[in-house]
T-cell receptor
Framework: KAGVTQTPRYLIKTRGQQVTLSCSPI?????VSWYQQTPGQGLQFLFE???????NKGNFPGRFSGRQFSNSRSEMNVSTLELGDSALYLC????????????FGSGTRLTVV | DAKTTQPTSMDCAEGRAANLPCNHSTISGNEYVYWYRQIHSQGPQYIIH???NNETNEMASLIITEDRKSSTLILPHATLRDTAVYYCIVVKISSGSARQLTFGSGTQLTVLP
């Protein structure tokens, strides 16, 4: 079966701009989570969506937002980009309520210049 | 979720078993132990998880001590492709509830030829 698909793979943006990243989860997975990975902070949880509702949110400023559509696809948006937002953004999906592990996508590498 | 402690790095000879330890002394009864690995610049890959019994799948074995305060991930015949950062994560699972993965620094496993 197809894995978690994230687009685009690479992105270069300028400070102050906004960006939207997309994630298509594994078919049948209704939970989608987003993570940010930087060399200094490691992997950090951003938020989780389930059935179009944000269920959980990490400790990130309001510039980071997301949403989930009825087909479980998810987008995350970062507004007013800062240099420190340069990171690998990872999306992960899992089945509903079970103990199965998350399947991660390959990520979107965002560079803010 | 309980915190985990892992060694920063380990080496293993190709073809030998790699044993990666993890301490989670504050784990509670409804928390599972998950292992993920991340090969450079890729998304984390789910390996295995367990609650209190030892578990085995096609990738690895997970040995959890009787008091559940520590666990060991075993890669039975390590190959060069197993070189990665391995993360031990403890997660509370309850049906339908939000959950997040709290990644620590992990263990950098280097498989040597």
């Amino acid at each position: 079966k197809a894995g978690v698909t994230q687009t685009p793979r690479y992105l270069i943006k300028t400070r102050g701009q906004q960006v939207t990243l997309s994630c298509s989860p594994i078919s049948g997975h209704r939970s989608v989570s987003w993570y940010q990975q930087t060399p200094g902070q490691g992997l950090q949880f951003l938020f989780e969506y389930f059935s179009e509702t944000q269920r959980n949110k990490g400790n990130f400023p309001g510039r980071f937002s997301g949403r989930q559509f009825s087909n479980s696809r998810s987008e995350m948006n970062v507004s007013t980009l800062e240099l420190g937002d340069s990171a690998l953004y990872l999306c992960a999906s899992t089945s509903t309520g079970g103990v199965d592990g998350y399947t991660f996508g390959s990520g979107t590498r965002l560079t803010v210049v | 979720d309980a915190k985990t402690t892992q060694p920063t790095s380990m080496d293993c000879a190709e073809g030998r078993a790699a044993n990666l330890p993890c301490n989670h002394s504050t784990i509670s009864g409804n928390e599972y132990v998950y292992w993920y690995r991340q090969i450079h610049s890729q998304g984390p890959q789910y390996i295995i998880h367990g609650l209190k019994n030892n578990e085995t799948n096609e990738m690895a074995s997970l040995i959890i001590t009787e008091d559940r305060k520590s666990s060991t991930l075993i890669l039975p015949h390590a190959t060069l492709r197993d070189t990665a950062v391995y993360y031990c994560i403890v997660v509370k699972i309850s049906s339908g509830s939000a959950r997040q993965l709290t990644f620590g620094s992990g263990t950098q496993l280097t498989v040597l030829p």
